[in-house]
T-cell receptor, first 113, second 115 residues
């Protein structure tokens, strides 16, 4: 049973527009959520995180929103750039318990110029 | 620079042989390390959790006799794929937790190809 779901395998956006990547989770014990960017044959690169006590965290062009009641989070990238093209993974963990990250299947973002 | 180093980054081996992948934390002590596996166009699947000085905890469906994990020191964990078969070909990634800060860092990954 997948605890972290990314239902859109791919997303295409034009340069300058907003990219919105979505993620749903089922485990209500998760208290820490992260987004990673990954290129083929490389390890994931941390982008941004959010604790369950917050509903929004912003870092430059990247903003993560958390809706705990809906068990849903999203990553907004504004403005999107061609260099943002990669696979984006949503991950969740029980941070206080020190558990491993559980990843979604990823969404491939393509930003065209 | 990288704070978690994996070696080798790529390895090709013959079926039936064993392959060892190392994961090192470079400037912190990693009390816990995690091993993940990724198939093409798939998610990173947690294989096992290893705590320094104790036996690894394997996820359901992961054969502990096939994927041997050793976390002998606070900076090194190894994953040995024993009697490798072509279906073991995958991208293996380790993650290390900084024992002081709790931060997680990922290695660069190791691509295993079994012929």
């Amino acid at each position: 049973d997948q605890q972290v779901k990314q239902n859109s395998p791919s997303l295409s956006v034009q340069e300058g527009r907003i990219s919105i990547l979505n993620c749903d989770y089922t485990n209500s014990m998760f208290d820490y959520f992260l987004w990673y960017k990954k290129y083929p044959a490389e390890g994931p690169t941390f982008l941004i995180s959010i604790s369950s006590i917050k509903d929004k965290n912003e870092d430059g062009r990247f903003t993560v929103f958390l809706n705990k009641s809906a068990k849903h989070l999203s990553l907004h990238i504004v403005p999107s750039q061609p260099g943002d093209s990669a696979v984006y993974f949503c991950a969740a963990s029980q941070r206080r318990a020190g558990t491993a990250l559980i990843f979604g299947k990823g969404t491939t973002l393509s930003v065209s110029s | 620079g990288a704070v978690v180093s994996q070696h080798p980054s790529r390895v090709i081996c013959k079926s039936g042989t064993s392959v060892k992948i190392e994961c090192r934390s470079l400037d912190f002590q990693a009390t816990t390390m995690f091993w993940y596996r990724q198939f093409p166009k798939q998610s990173l699947m947690l294989m096992a959790t290893s705590n320094e000085g104790s036996k690894a905890t394997y996820e359901q469906g992961v054969e502990k006799d096939k994927f041997l994990i050793n976390h002998a020191s606070l900076t090194l964990s190894t994953l040995t794929v024993t009697s490798a078969h072509p279906e073991d070909s995958s991208f293996y990634i380790c993650s290390a937790r900084n024992g002081e800060t709790g931060e997680l860092f990922f290695g660069e990954g190791s691509r295993l190809t079994v012929l």
